[in-house]
């Protein structure tokens, strides 16, 4: 079965680095996404992504955050000036057509340490 | 704003016995309501998808039921690999995103 992969599947930073997280999604999907899980709390939804723009962002999306299709493979979650609270699990997930009843795969995560 | 209260947070279960998860939500205009299985370290992964009140969907030993308020997943004879985190969420009116809740880390013991 085709799957998201993520990478790197751990990150370790220094305060203040830009850190860039990336993903493959499922090849014929559309809509791209990043969530993030702060350990032992929720998954949290951070941005949508459809025909290489933002469709939707949370409040946690801030302007140290961009998202990226570089090619036409890829896609990229980078956090310019990394902060203590940036440190979570970061999934990567992609659906077919992005509409709003359709499941979500997601991979398996990068967890990113900032120290 | 979408709310989603899951109970209870951790169930312990002996191999067989049967139990419910329960998961509450508060949302404008539901467009489905999810059930993803998580194990440590590892993405939510799909299980099912409802969308409207009455609809049920099973799958091997789990079976999720839906309300206009809450939804429950039934587990029926559980076994040890059934043991992980599941979690609900809900999609509302915007593309993609959904609304999770706490989840309930289940563990079965043999």
């Known amino acids: 079965e085709p799957e998201v992969t993520q990478t790197p599947s751990h990150q370790v930073t220094q305060m203040g680095q830009e850190v860039i997280l990336r993903c493959v999604p499922i090849?014929?999907?559309?809509?791209f996404y990043w969530y993030r899980q702060i350990l032992g709390q929720k998954v949290e939804f951070l941005v949508s992504?459809?025909?290489?723009?933002?469709?939707?962002k949370s409040e946690i999306f801030d302007d140290q955050f961009s998202v990226e299709r570089p090619d036409g493979s890829n896609f990229t979650l980078k956090i310019r000036s990394t902060k203590l609270e940036d440190s979570a699990m970061y999934f990567c997930a992609s659906s077919l057509s992005g509409h709003t009843n359709e499941k979500l795969f997601f991979g398996s995560g990068t967890q990113l340490s900032v120290l | 704003e979408d709310q989603v209260t899951q109970s209870p947070e951790a169930l312990r279960l002996q191999e067989g016995e049967s139990s419910s998860l329960n998961c509450s939500y508060t949302v404008s205009g539901l467009r489905g309501l999810f059930w993803y299985r998580q194990d440590p370290g590892k993405g939510p992964e799909f299980l099912f998808t409802l969308y409207s009140a009455g609809e049920e969907k099973e799958k091997e030993r789990l079976k999720a039921t839906l309300t206009k308020k809450e939804s429950f997943l039934h587990i029926t004879a559980p076994k040890p690999e059934d043991s992980a985190t599941y979690l609900c969420a809900v999609g509302n009116t915007n593309a993609g995103k959904s609304t999770f809740g706490d989840g309930t880390t289940l563990t079965v013991k043999p």
């Open positions: 992504f459809y025909n290489n723009e933002i469709s939707e």
């Open positions: 090849s014929n999907h559309l809509y």
